[in-house]
């Protein structure tokens, strides 16, 4: 029998992505094989309870919405998470995951949003990216830079015009929260004319760094 091991389900306002503001529910699997430095869920690394499929859409069932966002940790470290998604998919969910693009995407149903991080040279796993995932994006997916000073902002730039990722899917440019001030990203993607989206945190504005929510 398949589990997995969860850190947390828990109802919120997507805080990110297409999808910012729309009320769903998070399921973070436990564990990662990265450490960004700027990291705000390392409380997922290790703990957690090891439940079964049937548990999970049971809990998920219970907060009566149709989204969900399978995230982390880095969900994908799990053997059991491909079926999980399927699972979802399979129970007329809109289905999204959040991934830092360290492993590979291949696998993942393609009924699912895959919301994939390019790891800037900042977060310190730079090195961690598989870049052959960028050839496996579609329009359903989006591609999210994470970005904490000018070095990372021209490094995604760059990276963006080479594989003309905008072409692929949507693209994200977010500000490392505390880090670097969000006018600023703003100002660079205004100035340079980038076919991105420029968000910032949702959650983060309405509730800190408040876990589950
Ligand atoms: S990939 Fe995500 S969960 Fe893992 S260390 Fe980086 S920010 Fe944290």
């Known amino acids: 029998m398949t589990r997995l091991r969860i850190t947390e389900i828990f109802h919120s306002l997507q805080g990110e992505s297409r999808t910012v503001g729309l009320p769903t529910v998070f399921v973070r699997l436990t564990g990662c094989p990265l450490r960004c430095v700027y990291c705000d ?40 998470a491909g079926e999980l998604l399927s699972a979802l998919c399979d129970a007329g969910y809109e289905v999204s995951l959040e991934t830092s693009g360290a492993l590979d995407i291949g696998s993942v149903d393609p009924r699912v949003s895959r919301v994939m991080d390019l790891k800037t040279p ?19 997916d989006q591609v999210k830079f994470v970005i904490g000073d ?15 990722l905008h072409q692929r899917c949507e693209v994200l440019f977010s500000p490392v929260h505390g880090a670097l001030p969000a006018e600023r990203l703003a100002e ?26």
């Open 150 to 164: 000018e070095r990372d902002y021209d490094w995604s730039r760059e990276l963006l015009e080479t594989h003309r």
């Open 122 to 140: 900042g977060s310190g796993e730079v090195e961690r990216n598989l870049m052959g995932n960028l050839d496996l994006l579609t329009a359903r």
């Open 41 to 80: 869920t390392a409380y997922a690394f290790s703990g957690g309870d090891w439940c079964s499929l049937d548990e999970i859409l049971q809990q998920v069932r219970e907060f009566g919405c149709s989204h969900v966002c399978v995230t982390g940790g880095e969900p994908l470290a799990q053997k059991g």
């Open 188 to 213: 660079w993607v205004l100035r340079d004319r980038l076919p991105v989206r420029f968000q910032l945190q949702l959650h983060k504005l309405l509730w800190g760094d408040e876990r589950g929510r």
